[in-house]
Nanobody
């Protein structure tokens, strides 16, 4: 059974930091592209960042320079370090795993991040 379990969300003041974690099981983690998405109320889900098995990382323009994605293949975990948080970063953050060889894709259940002004 594939599981992606996000943690680390919460309420933080503007300018603060949070670290999200996504623990993955049931897949060959090292073979998966791992992504972070977010969805704010009334808005479409948007890509925040992704990291390839080879550690190539891409960020959306809205978080570039403030967020950092990393992965630990030994722990089957991907992280999203969020700094200089803004109220516009308020959203549910989702972890997403995609295996380019098999086409298999899986979502986590999401974790709420709320940034107060």
């Amino acid at each position: 059974q594939v599981q992606l379990v996000e943690s680390g969300g919460g309420l933080v003041q503007a300018g603060g930091s949070l670290r999200l974690s996504c623990a993955v099981s049931g897949v060959i983690f090292s073979a998966n592209h791992m992504s972070w998405y977010r969805q704010a109320p009334g808005k479409q889900r948007e890509l925040v960042s992704f990291i390839t098995p080879g550690d190539t990382v891409k960020y959306s323009d809205s978080v570039k320079g403030r967020f950092t994605t990393s992965r630990d293949n030994a722990k089957n975990t991907v992280y999203l370090h969020m700094n200089s948080l803004k109220p516009d970063d308020t959203a549910v953050y989702y972890c997403y795993a995609y295996n380019p060889l098999t086409g298999a894709a899986h979502w986590g259940q999401g974790t709420q991040v709320t940034v107060s002004s």
